[in-house]
């Protein structure tokens, strides 16, 4: 059985949506830049739940006085082709 679609509609029909940008959401992170990915939340109590899950003798205040701070970031994904691996075989 022969596909009846044309190469317009395939092309559509594998097309990859993008990728939703990320406005507003908290994530942990250091004095020196290091962020902790996993905290990455939309609210800044899952966040510091996230970061402090797993059982730990501090408080969430003895991590900011070591200079852990819970802020407020936009995430934005930047896409690109890899036009070396889309090559398809015939």
């Known amino acids: 059985m022969k596909n009846s679609n044309t190469k317009k509609?395939?092309?559509?029909?594998?097309?990859?949506?993008?990728?939703?940008?990320?406005?507003?959401?908290?994530?942990?992170?250091?004095?020196?830049?290091?962020?902790?990915?996993n905290t990455l939340k939309p609210s800044k109590n899952e966040s510091i739940k996230e970061f402090m899950e797993g059982g730990t003798v501090y408080t969430w205040s003895d991590y900011?006085?070591?200079?852990?701070?819970?802020?407020?970031?936009?995430?934005?994904?930047?896409?690109?082709?890899n036009k070396r691996n889309l090559k398809t075989k015939k």
Request: proline share 4%.
């Open 9 to 37: 509609e395939q092309e559509t029909e594998n097309e990859i949506p993008p990728i939703k940008n990320l406005r507003g959401y908290y994530v942990i992170a250091y004095r020196n830049g290091d962020i902790r990915k």
């Open 64 to 81: 900011k006085e070591l200079g852990w701070r819970c802020v407020k970031v936009d995430v934005t994904f930047n896409e690109y082709e």
